[in-house]
């Protein structure tokens, strides 16, 4: 079995930042891409941004471009996410989602999620 484990979440003060990070453990497996959501009180989980692990492309929410990052380390299975200039608006939690392919699977690809972090923006 998989599993995903985040952290770096915590309470910041508008303008500033946080490093999200996201370790993926288990059996043997394959990473096909990895990528953060959240979900804010009262709402529906949202996507922030993904990146594939070959190729390392990635894509981002609109709202989110050019304040925040997502990169990965292969040989360690984790992705962060670098967030800048916080908003109280990015308050929420936050979940890592990776698409993972095992040999029990017959190595298909499957979502799988992490517990999340919570970060709070304070204005």
């Known amino acids: 079995q998989v599993q995903l484990v985040e952290s770096g979440g915590g309470l910041v003060q508008a303008g500033g930042s946080l490093r999200l990070s996201c370790a993926a453990s288990g059996r043997t497996f394959i990473v096909a891409r990895m990528a953060w959501f959240r979900q804010a009180p009262g709402k529906e989980r949202t996507f922030i941004a993904a990146i594939t692990w070959s190729g390392g492309d990635t894509a981002y929410l609109n709202s989110v471009k050019g304040r925040f990052t997502i990169s990965r380390d292969n040989a360690k299975n984790m992705v962060y996410l670098q967030m800048n200039s916080l908003k109280p608006e990015d308050t929420a939690v936050y979940y890592c989602?990776?698409?993972?392919?095992?040999?029990?699977?017959?190595?298909?690809?499957?979502?799988?999620w992490g517990k999340g972090t919570l970060v709070n923006v304070s204005s």
């Open positions: 989602n990776a698409l993972i392919a095992t040999i029990e699977t017959h190595y298909y690809g499957l979502p799988y």
